[in-house]
Structure formats: C-alpha cells, structure tokens
C-alpha cells in the first residue's frame, strides 16, 4: 500500500521559512518524479516546484523562483520543499505527489497526478 505523508506545514510571518517534508512508502521511490501543488481557498491546484526521479531535473514555477527549493532524498524516500522568503500569497494547502512521467516538461509536470499526500496547511500572516 502507498502512503504519501507531508509535514512540516504552520503558521509564518511574511519573510520568514518553513520546511516542508513528505515521506514515501510503498513504492520504488526512486523511479517516482515528485511533485509539490498548492491549493488556496478558492482557487485552483497549482504546481510548486518538482524533482526528477534521480534529482537531476527540477522544475520552478515563477511564483517561487529564487524562494522555495525542492530537494530529494532517495535513500530516505523523502522529498523537501524548502520555503523561503513566505509572502502571504503563498498561504495554501501544500500536496506532495509521486508519478512516474515519461518526459520532464512543463506540461508533463502540470499534469502530474499520481500518489497524493493528505497535505499540509501553511499560513504567511502579514
């Protein structure tokens, strides 16, 4: 059975940083690209950052270039979403998800819809 569990979600002043985390189990975590999407209240899912599965390729949306980092960590099934500078725009729900892509393109990451976490809320107050 596949579990996909995030963590690391709170509550920030604007500037400050929070650390996500989201653990995989259940699967060949390093044949997974992993994925980070953001919901808030009101709006639709969209994509944060993703990883290749071998780390190699990493993906930004502009929103948060030069701000969050997606890291991965195949030997403890384990992807970080390192978020810095938090502005209150960024205040959502966070989901991690595991797919297995055949290519590592925008659209191809847009789409990514496989093994979803139960997501973590993170609040940036102003």
């Known amino acids: 059975q596949v579990q996909v569990v995030e963590s690391g979600g709170g509550l920030v002043q604007a500037g400050g940083s929070l650390r996500l985390s989201c653990a995989v189990s259940?699967?060949?975590?390093?044949?997974?690209?992993m994925g980070w999407f953001r919901q808030a209240p009101g709006k639709e899912r969209e994509i944060v950052a993703a990883?290749?599965?071998?780390?190699?390729?990493?993906y930004y949306a502009d929103s948060v270039k030069g701000r969050f980092t997606i890291s991965r960590d195949n030997a403890k099934n384990t992807v970080y979403l390192q978020m810095n500078s938090l502005k209150p725009e960024d205040t959502a729900d966070y989901y991690c998800?595991?797919?297995?892509?055949?290519?590592?393109?925008?659209?191809?990451?847009?789409?990514?819809?496989?093994?979803w976490g139960q997501g973590t809320q993170v609040t940036v107050s102003s």
């Open positions: 998800t595991a797919d297995r892509i055949l290519d590592f393109t925008v659209e191809t990451i847009r789409a990514m819809n496989g093994y």
């Open positions: 990883v290749s599965w071998s780390g190699g390729n990493i």
């Open positions: 259940g699967l060949t975590f390093n044949r997974y690209a």
